[in-house]
Structures are given as C-alpha cells and as structure tokens.
C-alpha cells in the first residue's frame, strides 16, 4: 500500500513563528500536494507539484510557500504563521487520477 | 473554475438501511473523474469509489453505489446496508483528466450510523 507519511500530528506554534510541515511518499508518486481542511469549507487546495523542484499555486497560497527537493519529500512552509492559519493540514500523493492521504498535521498558532 | 456542491452537511441512518449522500458540481469540461471519500473520525481520509466521465455505467464498490448523472451534474453516492464503522464524512471531488490538475473537493457531510 502507498503510505503518505507527515511527521507530526498536532503542533502549537506562537504568531510570528516559522513552521515547517514535511510530508513523505513512498511509492513513487510524481504529484503531491498540500490540502488545507476547515469545517464547512472542505478541502481547498494550497499548493500541488508534479515533479522535483516543480511547484503551483492551488487556491489559498497566500502565506505559505513550498519545497520539492526529492521526489518523496513535499514540505509545506509558513514563513510567519497567523492564528487564521489554525487548521488541519492534509498532504497527499497521486498516481492515476488517485489520491492518497497522509493522516494530517493538526497546527494551532497562538 | 470546477466547483463542488454538498448541501446536505449532516445526515443520520439507522444500522442496516440505506442512505444517499448527495453531490452536484459546476464544469465545462466533458473529461474527468469523480470521487468519494471517507474520513472517519480521527482518522485517515480513505477513496471510496471512483467515477470516470466517459463511462455510462455506475461504479459499485461492494455497499457503496453511485449514481451519475451526467447531463445534470449530479454524483450520488448510495450506502446499503449501513454500519458503524460507515460513520465518518464524506468528501465529494472533483478532477479534470489530464497532467497537472488537482482535485476539488465539497464541503462534506457528516454521516452518522445508529444502532
């Protein structure tokens, strides 16, 4: 089975912080992405890349940024985190037209 | 842009009856895929069953059945026989075939099975 791994679960990070979500594929998938999870809006797009060192605006790019250094490897940036950044943060990898979801990194900025 | 509509944002079903979960989406495209998806509670975010455009018939994956209807932009998706484990929420996407393109998804129902 594919297994889309992001390393943490829940983080508390302060306004003003710096934060890094990484998230890694094992199958070798060409596409990954990074999905942002609020109640009532679903899922919104923040940004997706197709190969290593390639990246493009999803939806809400706005105060993230992105690194694709390895084909495994999709990290998610938050220069200066804002509390309207609190949220559930999905990465997912794809192969045919199917995505798979990592568990989900919970972030709450204080 | 493709957009994805779920207007039910919370249902309930009995143990062993059948549910519908309701989806419309807005596109100019005529070639691409639909999804559902499950999260359960805490946990992972699973596909369920996956459509392609160009294909008349539905998909059927064991319980889970959807009913497509093109022309209407309509995707449904039918649980029979409900179970417990069955309680999550349900993520209606949508994908346009070709390289380079992401999934959009619905705002998602909260299903509820009770015993």
């Known amino acids: 089975d594919v297994k889309v791994t992001q390393s943490s679960r829940y983080l508390v990070k302060r306004t003003g912080e710096k934060v890094f979500l990484e998230c890694v594929q094992d199958?070798?998938?060409?596409?990954m992405f990074w999905y942002r999870q609020d109640p009532g809006l679903g899922l919104r797009l923040i940004y997706f890349?197709?190969?290593?060192?390639?990246?493009e605006k999803g939806d809400i790019p706005e105060g993230y940024s992105v690194s694709r250094e390895k084909k495994e490897r999709f990290s998610l940036i938050l220069e200066s985190a804002s509390t309207n950044q609190t949220s559930m943060y999905l990465c997912?990898?794809?192969?045919?037209?199917?995505?798979?979801f990592g568990a989900g990194s919970r972030l709450t900025v204080l | 842009a493709q957009t994805v509509t779920q207007s039910q944002p919370e249902m309930s079903v009995q143990e062993a009856e059948t549910v519908t979960l309701s989806c419309t989406y807005d596109?100019?495209?005529?070639?691409?895929?639909l999804f559902w998806y499950k999260q359960p509670p805490s946990r992972q975010m699973i596909l369920v069953i996956r459509?392609?455009?160009?294909?008349?018939q539905n998909a059927t994956e064991n319980r889970f059945s959807v009913n497509f209807q093109k022309a209407a932009k309509s995707f449904s998706l039918k649980i029979s026989d409900s179970q417990l484990g069955d309680t999550a929420m349900y993520f209606c996407?949508?994908?346009?075939?070709?390289?380079?393109?992401?999934?959009?998804f619905g705002a998602g129902t909260r299903l509820t099975v009770k015993p």
């Open positions: 997912a990898s794809s192969s045919n037209n199917v995505l798979t």
């Open positions: 199958m070798d998938h060409e596409n």
């Open positions: 890349s197709y190969d290593v060192k390639m990246k």
């Open positions: 596109t100019s495209e005529n070639n691409y895929y």
């Open positions: 459509q392609e455009a160009y294909k008349q």
């Open positions: 996407a949508f994908m346009k075939h070709g390289p380079f393109t992401n999934m959009r």
